[in-house]
Every structure is written in C-alpha cells, then in structure tokens.
C-alpha cells in the first residue's frame, strides 16, 4: 500500500526557505529538523526565486533576506573575531609557531581549521606535516616510556603494580596518568599472578588475651614506639608451606624484622621479636599489636613481652582493619614477592625474602603513607 503524501501550506514552505535565505541555516539541517524530502526545499527555493522575478514586492523581500543574512554573518564573524583575540593575544603577541599549533589543536572545533590557519597566517602544508610528524614522535615515545616500563617491570622482578610503575616513572622525569600507566602495562602483558588458595590453620590455646591500645590509629610520631606483627603464609616449589613472620614499625611501615618457618608457633614469633629487639634501638614503653592469634596470646610469648617490657596490644577478633598496615604489608609483600617466585630450598627462600624486605622494601620502595618516600628516607628524615 502506498503511503500517503505529505501536503504543505505556503506558509509553511515560506518559512524553511527563510531558514536557509535569511537565516543562513544549512538545507541538511532543516531537512533533518522538519523531517523534508532530499529535494524538497531546493525545489521551494528554486520556486521562490522565480516567483521573486516576477514580483517586484517579493524580490524585495529577498533582497532583505539576503541583507539580513549578510549583517548576521557580519555579526558572527565579529563575535568570532573578538572571542578569538582574547584567548590568543598572548600567542599573537609573543608565541612561538609550537603555541600557534598547539591553540589550533585544541580550537579547531571553535573556529574551524582553516580560519584559525589564516588568522595566525599559517600555510595549511605547514601545519599538517606538524600534525604528521606529532603523531610519529607520539608514538616513538610510547615506545620508549613502554621499554622504560618493561625495564622496571624486569628490574624488580616484576613487583610494581601500576600505580607503583607511575611512582617509578616519575623519578625517570617521565609523567602520566594512572590509567595512561595501566593501559600501557596491559598493552606489554605485564599484569598480576593469581594468588593459591588460603591454607587452613589449626586454632591453638589461648593464655591470655590484651586490649586494643591503637583503636585504628595507626600515626606515629617517632621511631620504635609502636609496632605490629603477623604472619603469613608462601609455598615452597615442591608444594610445602612455608611460614613468615614479621614486624613492621608504625612511625615509617619498616619492617624491623622477618623470619621464616615451617612450622606457625609462639617460638617463631618470639625469634622474630628477639632479631627486632637486637637491631633496633627501643625506649621503654614499646608496644606490640597483633590479632589475637594463637601465638601472640600463648603463655610462652606473652611472658616473653612482660619479661621485655613490652606492652602488648591486641585486635578485636575477625576485624582485620585493627591491624590494616599488616594486613597492607602482606597485601604488598604478596603481590610484590610472594607470588611471583618459587623456591626450591629453604635457604633460597629465606635469602630472597630478606632481600626483598629488607633491601628493596626498605630503600626502593616508595610507601604511600610515607608521602612515597621509603621507609628508610622517612626513618633517615626523623630529628
């Protein structure tokens, strides 16, 4: 069935075809807004023109129309003009043909291509060979920034993340965003290690249980004052877990020691505490936190503390953010270390781990709670 045809007043047909002749609007753009035939309003502006030739009082009117629409572009241009003066002046008076490139570039939708080339009298070649070779110095120096990122993916054995690799980067005098670092890194594959499944533990005595002295608060204002502790687990290549503790300071997040063990009992953490105890020089008063683990709440080491003067300090159970810089240390040492390498001894074990904490946690690694400096720039800052 065919469909019905559209019928349109004079009126109507007057009105578009002063749209294009008076208002300079574009024949695509009213065809579109009043839903018109391809040919329909070129046919209406044809019709009216002949119709204006006959009729004096009509041809006048366009006469009108054409003036109307010549001040309006006048007026346009005008605006255009003045709004262009402003933003560009200091270009105009002082700017190198690099700033003139760059204000098209960033214009070019405002005032169109060919108008801002004119004004800053620009050949048109000259810019578009800019516009060429920008492009191929862009990407050149992805690829140098991506080689870079590979570089220090490899150097630290493939620990930074990318907000880290950013913090890298920055020191190379080379600045982007986090997501412009993401988006690289996952171009090159350089991406993170699925985690083994959690080991279960076996829940041990508890000899006596101590109340929680930092209340998530975890500032510190000095060196040695407060320090946290746990454990975690790693596995060895032949499949055999192995166990780690540590302790770390508040004041810079050090960790002021590591041990490791195949055995998660009160005698590794007492080894762990006494190589803390012997390294660092510690004032009277030291607090130790912890989660209320077996090991910590045990008679062995909670004797062992009191004979050391030092004030334990527990958190709540199953409230891991009590002790959060703990549980952010292994989060890093996890995503950093753990999962990333496999051992075939416990010597090769213990001999990376002590590298990783103690060389490149300590002095490499920017922390985000020191300001990302390092652990030891923080330590070494403190008067």
């Known amino acids: 069935m065919a469909g019905i045809k559209k019928t349109y007043t004079p009126e109507f047909k007057k009105k578009v075809v002063r749209l294009v002749l008076e208002e ?31 009729n004096p009082e009509l041809n006048n009117e366009k006469d009108l129309m054409a003036e109307n629409l010549r001040l309006r572009k006048e007026l346009a241009e005008s605006k255009k003009e003045n709004d262009f003066l402003k933003k560009a002046a200091g270009i105009l008076r002082k700017g190198t043909r690099l700033e003139q490139y760059h204000f098209i570039d960033f214009y070019h939708e405002n005032y169109g291509v060919r108008w801002l080339l004119s004004r800053f009298n620009i050949k048109p070649n000259a810019y578009y060979n800019y516009k060429k070779h920008r492009k191929a110095d862009y990407y050149k120096k992805k690829e ?86 746990d454990f975690t687990y790693m596995w060895r290549e032949d499949g055999a877990k192995r166990y780690n503790c540590t302790i770390i300071d508040l004041y ?51 004797e062992f503390c009191s004979l050391q003067n030092i004030t334990q300090s527990m958190s709540k159970a199953g409230c891991p953010y009590d ?59 403190y008067r």
């Open 24 to 54: 300079g609007r574009q024949m695509k753009s009213v065809n579109q807004e009043y839903n018109l035939g391809e040919g329909s309003l070129r046919k209406w502006i044809r019709e009216y023109s002949e119709e204006c030739e006959s």
């Open 144 to 229: 140098e920034i991506k080689a870079t990122i590979e570089e220090i993916y490899h150097e630290y054995a493939g620990r930074p993340g990318y907000r880290m690799m950013r913090i890298f980067l920055n020191r190379k005098s080379i600045s982007l965003s986090n997501p412009t670092v993401h988006k690289y890194m996952n171009e090159l594959g350089l991406r993170s290690i699925v985690v083994p499944k959690k080991p279960k533990y076996k829940k041990g005595d508890c000899y006596k249980k101590f109340d929680n002295l930092l209340n998530q608060n975890f500032k510190v204002d000095e060196p040695n004052k407060i320090w946290c502790t």
């Open 252 to 302: 810079d997040r050090s960790p002021v020691a590591t041990l490791n063990s195949n055995r998660i009992n009160a005698e590794l953490a007492i080894e762990t505490l006494t190589y803390a105890l012997n390294h660092n020089t510690v004032k009277k008063g030291l607090i130790l936190h912890s989660d209320q683990g077996s090991q910590f709440t045990s008679r062995a080491f909670t």
């Open 323 to 381: 002790n959060a810089p703990m549980e952010s240390f292994y989060g890093t040492f996890k995503a950093d270390f753990a999962n990333h390498h496999s051992f075939e001894t416990d010597e090769a074990l213990n001999e990376a781990t002590y590298d990783y904490i103690f060389v490149y946690y300590n002095h490499v690694r920017p922390h985000s709670s020191n300001g990302y400096l390092t652990p030891f720039e923080k330590r070494f800052s």
